[in-house]
């Protein structure tokens, strides 16, 4: 359906549909299937042509790969104050499996520029108070395709519409769930409510279907229509990309860009080449052309193998004037050429996707990307800094969520305003290691108090990192 003519129907504002038309390009370039390119004719003369598959070299879905595997992976540790508070946010993170979707949608966010995570509470039971009890939270995950901000201030999004698309019995359906800040009547006070409706997906702006009709489709059955949180504080959360958005001529629009949206061009040549080193190797092989004499014998048995195809047949004649009886081609392959080609690209991607230069080196036939540790003062090291900047904000406020979430159910002993510590890896920074060492030496020398170095580098509170220590090392926390 045409989700643009459904909000116009709607009289809703959104993010120009112009841009989502970008992130579909960018989608194409991250799966390396873009239409006439990879897919492509080749002219043969005669009015004749071939259909053709370029080779890709996937570039644009491995900078976005190693950009979610740096900004969280198992050495990002999340740390919440108060004990009852952390077991609870943890236990909701693992059933909702954040260890592994958690760096699928940063890869997805470095692909497409946009995701969010919508926390809910399923299986609840509200009593003639209007009080919920039991029931667990979950987190709906969505990318940026399914994201559609309708208003918004400084790039924070206020209010937003989430679409979930899903088939149930063969039939195509999407829910539009809309987070709006409303008044609540009576009181100086705003809320958020969530209007939930269902749209059969089918041509121009689709069908609306009635709650009663929605309840007798089994993915859709005891959706609400109408839900208000009482709070002021928002279910979801937008994650992007700190990059400039460029994209689109509105620069108010708070959806991010790709990783590599500005770096297309380098994406597109280093498909070329390598699409002309694989072909190489196809073009260049060893070719026998043979006299049609020579391919049987004086019996009519053939002289070659049949399926052999290094050997060619020449119109009889064909060699009269040099007399030869086969002629051999030996292509020279241009492997350094390529190589040396490629590897400038690799350079120039790496850059534009913010990981410095020489991340990534062309040999062997195959793209290795450089271990090595980095300096604090390395363009990669600063690019990784500036998108913490917005994890951390987003992750912190994706465990606020949770927690009042949590504390709507009567959930026992939480703590909404516990203080949430995100402590990212630095594993691959130099200056990090060296400290570390220091640390470990004023340790040994009595300088440092064993609880205070486990506070510092394994992201535990002081109270925590005392209980961790072993027995013999236990120091009062004053």
């Given at each position: ?44 003369g ?29 050495r ?12 609870f ?17 940063q ?17 609840a039971?509200?009593d003639?108070?209007?009080?919920m009890?039991g029931?667990?939270?979950?987190i ?10 309708t ?61 009663e ?55 597109r ?6 699409d ?32 052999d ?51 990534y ?13 980095i ?29 009042r ?5 009567g ?24 400290e ?12 440092m ?14 109270e ?7 027995e ?7």
């Amino acid at each position: 359906m045409d989700i643009f003519a459904y909000f116009k129907e709607k009289g809703i504002d959104t993010v120009d549909r112009t841009f989502y038309r970008q992130i579909e390009v960018w989608r194409s370039w991250y799966n390396s299937n873009v239409r006439k390119f990879h897919k492509y004719k080749v002219y043969r003369g005669n009015g004749t042509s071939v259909n053709c598959t370029r080779y890709a070299l996937g570039m644009a879905k491995k900078v976005c790969e190693d950009m979610a595997d740096l900004l969280l992976n198992e050495r990002v540790t999340i740390t919440i104050a108060d004990e009852t508070t952390d077991a609870f946010v943890k236990e909701v993170l693992a059933d909702n499996t954040w260890e592994e979707l958690g760096n699928e949608y940063q890869e997805w966010k470095s692909a497409l520029g946009t995701v969010a995570y919508v926390v809910y509470v399923k299986d609840a039971v509200v009593d003639e108070a209007g009080n919920m009890k039991g029931g667990n939270v979950g987190i709906n995950y969505v990318e940026a395709a399914n994201i559609y901000p309708t208003s918004w201030k400084n790039k924070i999004v206020t209010e937003c519409i989430f679409t979930f698309p899903t088939t149930c019995k063969r039939k195509k359906y999407i829910q539009f769930q809309y987070h709006k800040l409303e008044d609540v009547p009576g009181e100086n006070r705003k809320q958020y409510v969530i209007e939930n409706c269902v749209v059969e997906n089918t041509t121009g702006a689709g069908k609306e279907l009635t709650p009663e009709q929605w309840e007798e489709i089994p993915a859709f059955s005891g959706l609400a229509a109408r839900i208000e949180t009482g709070s002021a504080q928002p279910l979801f959360v937008i994650d992007r990309l700190n990059l400039v958005n460029n994209a689109d001529e509105d620069t108010t629009n708070p959806m991010g860009v790709s990783l590599f949206a500005n770096a297309v061009d380098t994406v597109r040549k280093l498909d070329l080449e390598y699409d002309s080193y694989a072909n190489e190797f196809s073009l260049g092989r060893k070719r026998i052309f043979v006299a049609p004499e020579l391919l049987t014998a004086q019996n009519g048995e053939a002289v070659f193998d049949p399926d052999d195809t290094v050997f060619y047949e020449l119109p009889e004649d064909y060699f009269k004037d040099t007399k030869e009886a086969m002629h051999e081609v030996n292509m020279d392959l241009r492997i350094e050429e390529h190589s040396r080609a490629i590897n400038d690209d690799l350079n120039w991607l790496s850059l534009k996707c913010g990981f410095g230069t020489d991340r990534y080196k062309f040999e062997d036939g195959g793209v290795k990307t450089a271990t090595e540790v980095i300096s604090e003062n390395s363009d990669m090291y600063r690019s990784l800094v500036k998108h913490e900047l917005v994890l951390d904000r987003v992750l912190t406020q994706l465990i606020q969520t949770i927690i009042r979430a949590g504390v709507s159910i009567g959930i026992p002993g939480l703590q909404e305003n516990a203080t949430v510590t995100i402590a990212f890896d630095d594993s691959i920074i130099e200056d990090k290691t060296t400290e570390r060492q220091s640390d470990r030496q004023d340790v040994s020398m009595g300088v440092m108090p064993l609880w205070e170095y486990r506070a510092k580098w394994y992201g535990e509170t002081p109270e925590e990192a005392q209980r961790n220590l072993p027995e013999q090392a236990n120091v009062i926390v004053e």
